[in-house]
C-alpha cells in the first residue's frame, strides 16, 4: 500500500477519534444547541453569529472537523478503488468507513432538529465508535497482505477473545445509557432519561469489571501461549485499567466534565485496540506472506 494511503488512512482513524472529544466538549459545556439549526448554524447563517457566544463557537468547530473527516474518509476509498479487486478487504471497510460518516453527518442532523433528543445523542456517539473500530481494522488489514488468513491463536483463545469483545460492546452500550441520564446532557433545558442515573452506574460497572478480569485472562494465556495477541492485549488492559481509573475518579466526584469528556474518548480508543486484538487472531496462510509492522508496532521493537 502506497504512502498516501497510509497518511489518508490514519488521518481518517485520528480525526474520528477526535470528533469524538470535540463531540463530547460539545455536550459537556452545554454547547449542543449552540447551533440551532443544520446544516446551517442559525437560520440565515452559516457560521455562528456574535449573540451566540462561546456556545456557538464550540459547536460550529465541532461541526468544521466534520469536512475533513469526510475527505479523509473519501480520500481512502478513492485510493483503494484501484485495488478494489486484490484487496477487497480494504475496499469494503473503507466503503463502509464513508457510508458511516455521511450517515453520522445525518443523525447529527436529527440530533440538532430534534433538541438533543437523549437516545439520538447516544446512539450518535455509538455509531462514532463503531466507525472508530472499523478505520481501526483498516489499518490493521493495510500492514498485511491480501489473500487467505487463517487462524493463529487455540480455538478455545479465539473463542475467549469474542466474549471478551461482546462483554466490551455491552460495557459501552451501558455506558451510553448511564450518560443519557446523566447531567451532561449537551443544554441546560434537556430534559434526560429520568432513570436514576446512579444506578446505572452501579449496573455499568458490572460488565466493566468483567471485561478487566477477561482481559487479565487474554493476556496471561498469550504470555504462556507467546501468541500473536500478546502486545495487543497488554495494551488492552493497559487502557482498560487507566478507564477504570477515570470511572472511579468521576463517580465519587460528581462527574466533572473533564473525566466524562475523558472516559468517553477511552471507551472509543479501548473498542478500538479490541478490534486489533480480534483482527490479530488470524494470519495470512502465506508462510512469507509476514504482515509489515505498523509504526506503533515497530517503534515497541
Not at 437560520?43 to 453569529?49: A, E, K
Not at 497482505?145 to 487462524?151: A, F
Not at 478487566?212 to 488492559?237: C, D, F, G
Request: net charge positive; glycine share 8%; aromatic share 8%.
Amino acid at each position: 500500500m502506497t504512502r498516501t494511503l497510509r497518511i489518508f488512512a490514519w488521518a481518517s482513524f485520528v480525526l474520528n477519534v477526535l470528533i469524538i472529544a470535540t463531540g463530547g466538549a460539545v455536550r459537556l459545556t452545554d454547547s449542543g444547541l449552540g447551533c440551532s439549526d443544520w446544516p446551517v448554524c442559525v437560520p440565515g447563517s452559516l457560521i455562528p453569529t456574535p449573540e451566540l457566544g462561546i456556545h456557538g463557537v464550540i459547536e460550529f468547530a465541532n461541526r468544521t472537523i466534520s469536512g475533513p473527516l469526510l475527505l479523509a474518509a473519501a480520500g481512502v476509498l478513492i485510493l483503494v478503488w484501484r485495488h478494489r479487486r486484490e484487496r477487497r478487504d480494504l475496499f469494503v471497510l473503507a466503503v463502509l468507513v464513508f457510508v458511516l460518516v455521511i450517515v453520522q453527518a445525518l443523525v447529527g442532523a436529527f440530533v440538532v432538529w430534534q433538541e438533543l433528543a437523549a437516545a439520538l445523542v447516544g446512539f450518535h456517539y455509538t455509531v462514532s465508535v463503531v466507525i472508530v473500530c472499523i478505520a481501526a481494522a483498516f489499518l490493521v488489514r493495510m500492514y498485511e497482505p491480501g489473500g487467505t488468513r487463517e487462524l493463529a491463536v487455540p480455538k478455545p483463545f479465539a473463542m475467549l477473545t469474542h466474549i471478551t469483545s461482546f462483554v466490551l460492546a455491552a460495557t459501552v452500550v451501558v455506558g451510553v445509557f448511564t450518560t443519557a441520564s446523566g447531567p451532561h446532557s449537551g443544554d441546560e433545558d434537556v430534559i434526560r432519561t429520568g432513570v436514576d442515573a446512579s444506578v446505572l452506574a452501579h449496573v455499568h460497572s458490572w460488565p466493566g469489571y468483567a471485561l478487566l478480569a477477561l482481559t487479565l485472562v487474554l493476556v496471561i494465556a498469550a504470555w504462556r501461549l507467546k501468541l500473536p495477541t500478546l502486545r495487543w492485549s497488554i495494551a488492552l488492559l493497559a487502557i482498560e485499567l487507566v478507564q477504570v481509573g477515570v470511572g472511579l475518579y468521576q463517580a465519587r466526584s460528581g462527574l466533572p466534565a473533564l473525566a466524562v469528556g475523558v472516559h468517553m474518548v477511552l471507551a472509543a480508543l479501548t473498542a478500538a485496540t479490541m478490534t486489533v486484538v480480534v483482527m490479530r487472531l488470524k494470519r495470512p496462510v502465506a508462510a512469507d506472506a509476514a504482515p509489515e509492522p505498523s509504526p506503533v508496532e515497530a517503534s515497541a521493537r
